[in-house]
């Protein structure tokens, strides 16, 4: 991996898609859309996808024919072996791709409803390390 176009440098996560239905919200305006707390509210579709800044570009990068690398810090589940997966299925480089033992990967909760959407955000605390990583023509260093 000597000739490296791109390192990607970032949280990645799962972010989960919840599109709600308009039938079952309580009240809305401009800027606030209600749902009864507590309710068990319905929603017209869902669907997952491996998220975060460097985890986009790095696929994207990949897909534009440059040999790209990810370096993220996950936790040890499901969620951190479907990233992965992506990452490999897109030509992604994962070799400094860390898991954490005993800690989750990190997951957002997506609110779609109209045009916008609303982003529960959980990112477990991460300790970054610079790797012994061939140098790269390219970093991209996200959040």
């Not at 919200?25 to 707390?37: G, I, L, Q, R, W």
């Not at 994207?60 to 990233?83: H, P, R």
């Not at 989750?104 to 109209?114: D, R």
Request: with cysteine.
């Amino acid at each position: 991996m000597d000739d490296l176009d791109l390192l990607a440098i970032g949280d990645c996560s799962i972010d989960l898609y919840m599109k709600i239905d308009k039938h079952f919200v309580f009240a809305e305006s401009d800027t606030k859309v209600c749902f009864v707390h507590g309710s068990k509210v319905p929603v017209e579709s869902f669907h997952s996808s491996s998220a975060g800044n460097a985890c986009h570009v790095a696929i994207g990068c990949s897909k534009l024919g440059l040999k790209t690398a990810v370096y993220t810090e996950l936790g040890d589940d499901e969620n951190a072996a479907k990233i992965l997966t992506d990452f490999k299925e897109h030509g992604v480089t994962t070799d400094f791709c860390i898991k954490n033992s005993n800690t989750p990967t990190n997951v957002h909760s997506v609110i779609v409803y109209g045009s916008d959407r609303t982003i529960f955000s959980y990112h477990e605390p991460r300790n970054y390390k610079l790797q012994k990583w061939p140098i790269p023509k390219w970093v991209y260093y996200s959040s």
